[in-house]
């Protein structure tokens, strides 16, 4: 039913695709692995320019990332956001004992990763035929079948009816790169589109799939303090799910007594709220199980928040 869409699609993608993306030349299943968990939430260049090579330069295999400390993952991915994918790759990591599954039913499994990504994984790696739906997909799928709805469900149907199964592995990366190059979210470039042909959305390809609602994001009003003594600073690690395990100068809601010398303030904008916090430096002493004192130096060594760098700014 769709010969003649699969024959375009491999035909734009043989001249135009992003051929030498380095994870689209290894069939190494863990190279492949971090660069779909990386690039969730991430544009290709900052995960190329910035993260992918350096992160395997220090973890060249899987059960490299499985042996080490999850403070040693966090620092590599610092600046990356997102924390919780580093995480849920150490936990997968250790899980597996440094080897991946070798089918999207087991990698499902392990932490971290989705049905995509399971999907992903296995088609890129071990040819199996299985769509994959990531953000670039989805926009396709919508516009390709007229789905206003953003429903899951129906956009897997969509994949599964669209889908290449002799092709698994090019279909996917050419869907991926015609979402990121011509099926653009805003200004599409429907004329060189190799789906032009049998696209339902082509004339009002704005419409699919339905705007999100729009949030309005949070504002967290804070006070950071950071005590000091005897040239150590006090910091904890964080527990809660957005920066678990990143470490941080403590954080209040708000405080009774004297917050010590006012450092100034800092705002620091989230995927999911935006902080607003004042600084503080003090000689008190504070109760906190957490904490644990280090010197400027040490800090160098743990992995912070955008937030926290910002304080560091102040006292260095």
Known sequence: MHNQIHTSLL?????NGRHD????????????????????????KT?????????????????????????????????LGYYTRAKNLHTAAKKC?????????????LPGIGRSTAHAISAFAYKEPLPILDANVKRILHRYFAIEKRDEKLLWKAAYELFDSGNPFNYNQAMMDIG??????????CDVCPFEKGCEGKS?????????????????????????????????????????????????????NNEGKFLGHITQHYSHFTL???????????????????SREEINFLSLSRADYKVLQFID
């Open 11 to 15: 035909q734009w993608y043989k001249i």
């Open 97 to 109: 004992n440094g080897i991946l599954p070798n089918n999207a039913f087991e990698l499902l499994e």
């Open 204 to 256: 009002v390809p704005l419409k699919y799939p339905q705007p999100k609602i729009k949030k309005i994001k949070p504002i967290r009003n804070r006070i950071i303090v950071v005590y000091t003594r005897n040239g150590q600073f006090a910091l904890s690690q964080r527990k809660e799910r957005f920066l678990h395990g990143l470490w941080g100068f403590m954080q209040y809601e708000e405080l009774e």
């Open 47 to 79: 995960v190329l320019e910035r993260f992918y090579f350096p992160f395997l330069e220090k973890f060249p295999t899987l059960l490299d990332v499985a042996q080490s400390d999850l403070d040693d993952v966090l620092k590599m991915w610092e600046g």
């Open 276 to 294: 607003q916090a004042d600084v503080y430096i003090s000689e008190e002493d504070f109760v906190n199980e957490d904490g644990e004192w280090f």
């Open 21 to 44: 993306l380095p994870w689209r030349i290894t069939d190494d299943p863990y190279k492949i692995y971090l660069s779909e968990i990386m690039l969730q939430q991430t544009q290709v």
């Open 180 to 189: 990121s190059m011509v099926c653009l979210a805003r200004k599409p470039l």
